[in-house]
């Protein structure tokens, strides 16, 4: 009886420490996808009904950009090297 062993060449079959990562990285949850979700309807909605909804939806989508790009920035400063 011979015990083949098989290698393969697909990277995806590797385990994740031949790489230098411990551990599997997953963002924290977040409201802001429903949030910029909502005021991005509520700007095209704003086209619809009036300008003043349109100014709203389209001030709460700027600022919840903002806050997501500050959250990933924080985020991706706390990744260990």
Same mark, same amino acid.
Do not use: C, K, Q
């Given at each position: 009886?011979? @015990?083949? @062993?098989? @290698?393969?060449?697909?990277? &995806?079959?590797?385990?994740?420490?031949?790489?230098?990562?411990? &551990?599997?990285?997953?963002?924290?949850?977040?409201?802001?996808?429903?949030? =910029?979700? *909502?005021? *991005?309807?509520? #700007?095209? @909605?704003? !086209?619809?009904?009036?300008? &003043? #909804?349109?100014?709203?939806? =389209? #001030?709460?989508?700027? &600022? *919840?950009? #903002?806050?997501?790009?500050?959250?990933?920035?924080?985020? !991706?400063?706390? *990744?260990?090297?």
């Amino acid at each position: 009886m011979s @015990t083949e @062993t098989t @290698t393969t060449d697909d990277p &995806a079959e590797e385990p994740a420490a031949s790489h230098g990562h411990d &551990a599997i990285h997953m963002p924290p949850n977040s409201w802001i996808p429903i949030g =910029l979700a *909502l005021t *991005l309807a509520m #700007v095209l @909605t704003g !086209f619809l009904i009036t300008a &003043a #909804v349109w100014i709203i939806g =389209l #001030v709460l989508t700027i &600022a *919840l950009l #903002v806050a997501w790009y500050r959250a990933a920035r924080r985020e !991706f400063e706390d *990744l260990p090297e």
